[in-house]
């Protein structure tokens, strides 16, 4: 993997890399750069984390 990851493919074309996501499963881990980064790509998890379970998540960490 290059230095930047995930990085330059996210900047030259990011809708077609998030939407190659999907194929993946519904929790991705992708590296954009020196930390990973953990993507939801199914919407009932976005649904659950976002409004269902909200408390269970910390913002900003």
Do not use: C, W
């Amino acid at each position: 993997m290059p230095l930047i990851g995930h990085g330059g493919q996210i900047f030259t074309s990011p809708l077609t890399f998030f939407t190659s996501l999907n194929a993946l499963g519904p929790l991705v881990q992708i590296q954009p750069g020196p930390k990973p980064v953990y993507v939801v790509t199914a919407p009932e998890l976005v649904r659950r984390m976002l409004v269902t379970d909200t408390r269970n998540y910390l913002k900003g960490a």
